[in-house]
């Protein structure tokens, strides 16, 4: 069974920093690309990063563009989001999410989806 | 930045046929997939590339997309398939979410 645990989730103060967690389990994590994709509170699904199943590739949301870095061990089969700079616009539940396949992005036509996604860990940035 | 629209909120009476719009220019080209998302729930994928079902998905769940718009039909509309409803595709490496649609079952 394919399982997503994140962690990490907190509350910061503007300007301040987080690293969140995502342990994956019930699949080969080394095979395929994951994402992170957040949710404001009463408000819709936002895609903020991706990264290839290597971690040669990343890609991210226009918002948190030199802000934020994503990266993964595969050895520990975990995916990370390193936060920093944060604002009060960040302030959300944070979604890891296994793709599809293995690159994160299109190739020869073909989009990923996610398949999977995990409950979350809420980010709270606020003074 | 593309953009995908979705009517904010719709309703359906039990077991009758939903059919929930999004919108986005020339969205027949791209590749179209569609989450549900229960309150305090995680989304969950139901329909991938246009038209097909995830394995544990009911057939009552079916897509389609051509010209300018996308649609997810949910016949036979059942009390559990209420929730929000998300269109997602890709547009120049960017990930892009509708805003997503509030199904009310009546």
């Known amino acids: 069974e394919v399982q997503l645990l994140e962690s990490g989730g907190d509350l910061v103060q503007p300007g301040g920093s987080l690293r969140l967690s995502c342990a994956a389990s019930?699949?080969?994590?080394?095979?395929?690309?994951m994402s992170w994709v957040r949710q404001a509170p009463g408000k819709g699904l936002e895609w903020v990063s991706g990264?290839?199943?290597?971690?040669?590739?990343?890609l991210y949301a226009d918002s948190v563009k030199g802000r934020f870095t994503i990266s993964r061990d595969n050895s520990r089969n975990t995916l990370y989001l390193q936060m920093n700079s944060l604002r009060a616009e960040d302030t959300a539940v944070y979604y890891c999410?296994?793709?599809?396949?293995?690159?994160?992005?299109?190739?020869?036509?073909?989009?990923?989806?996610?398949?999977?996604w995990g409950q979350g860990t809420l980010v709270t940035v606020s003074s | 930045s593309y953009e995908l629209t979705q009517p904010l909120s719709m309703s359906v009476a039990l077991g009758q046929t939903a059919r929930i719009t999004c919108g986005g220019n020339n969205i027949g080209s791209k590749s179209v997939h569609w989450y549900q998302q229960k309150p305090g729930q995680a989304p969950v994928l139901v329909i991938y590339?246009?038209?097909n079902r995830p394995s544990g998905i009911p057939e009552r769940f079916s897509g389609s997309n051509s010209g300018n718009t996308a649609t997810l039909t949910i016949s036979r509309a059942q009390a559990g398939d209420e929730a929000d409803y998300y269109c997602q595709v890709w547009d120049s490496s960017t990930g892009v979410f509708g805003g997503g649609t509030k199904l009310t079952v009546l």
């Open positions: 590339r246009d038209s």
């Open positions: 999410a296994k793709d599809n396949g293995p690159w994160g992005y299109c190739t020869n036509g073909v989009c990923p989806w996610w398949d999977y």
């Open positions: 990264i290839s199943r290597s971690g040669g590739s990343t």
């Open positions: 019930g699949f080969t994590f080394s095979n395929y690309a």
